[in-house]
């Protein structure tokens, strides 16, 4: 498909919200597979049928195109948790983070030095990866203090996010496997809410 043909975008026709969907998709499998360094404005354009200068005219730059792929999947998949007690929040959290840690945990090892070099990325990273699941998380240990479940002042309640979270950068690194739901629910279970006094 060249520029101008339908769906790829051109000076005369916009890129449809599902063309867009298709190169961010595109952009990040690149990434998970070949890395940050790997990754080409050509290679994409290669993979969705599409003229590579339609992506530059549209994102400039692959740092820029890949920050507006790590922004666009903005959806945290610990929100809206809520069972009505802080462990079987926590509990619940744990499934939720296990179906997609692999994937993630994938996305940013692939990124690697990249997003300590780059403020775009790295701000990429931290607002659409990081920060809505924490913020999530620390919304269930909130309403778990209002209830009384816990106090306040816990000592605990400030590492859980870096508990849960951590674990599943770190397994792969330390036992080649993914920190799925499985290792996550017993994770949660033998140390996150004894932490806690929960039980």
């Given at each position: ?39 080409t404005m050509e290679g994409v354009a290669a993979r969705t049928r599409c003229g590579k200068s339609t ?95 816990v106090p306040a002042d816990h000592p605990a309640l400030a590492f859980v996010p870096d508990m849960i ?35």
């Amino acid at each position: 498909m060249r520029d101008g043909e339908p769906g790829c975008g051109s000076t005369r026709s916009k890129i449809t919200s599902e063309r867009e969907r298709e190169f961010f998709e595109a952009v990040l499998d690149e990434i998970r597979t070949g890395g940050y360094e790997a990754v080409t404005m050509e290679g994409v354009a290669a993979r969705t049928r599409c003229g590579k200068s339609t992506l530059y005219r549209r994102w400039r730059t692959k740092a820029r195109f890949v920050a507006a792929a790590l922004r666009a999947r903005r959806e945290p998949r610990c929100a809206g948790i809520d069972t009505g007690s802080l462990a079987g929040d926590l509990r619940r959290v744990a499934a939720a983070t296990g179906t997609w840690s692999e994937r993630d945990t994938a996305l940013l090892q692939a990124l690697g030095y990249a997003v300590m070099t780059d403020s775009d990325l790295r701000d990429a990273v931290r607002e659409t990866v990081i920060a809505p699941e924490v913020a999530a998380l620390e919304e269930i240990l909130r309403r778990g203090v209002a209830r009384g479940e816990v106090p306040a002042d816990h000592p605990a309640l400030a590492f859980v996010p870096d508990m849960i979270f951590g674990a599943t950068r770190i397994r792969p690194l330390l036992s080649g496997r993914p920190a799925d739901a499985d290792y996550l629910r017993r994770y949660v279970e033998s140390a996150v809410l004894p932490a806690l006094g929960l039980s």
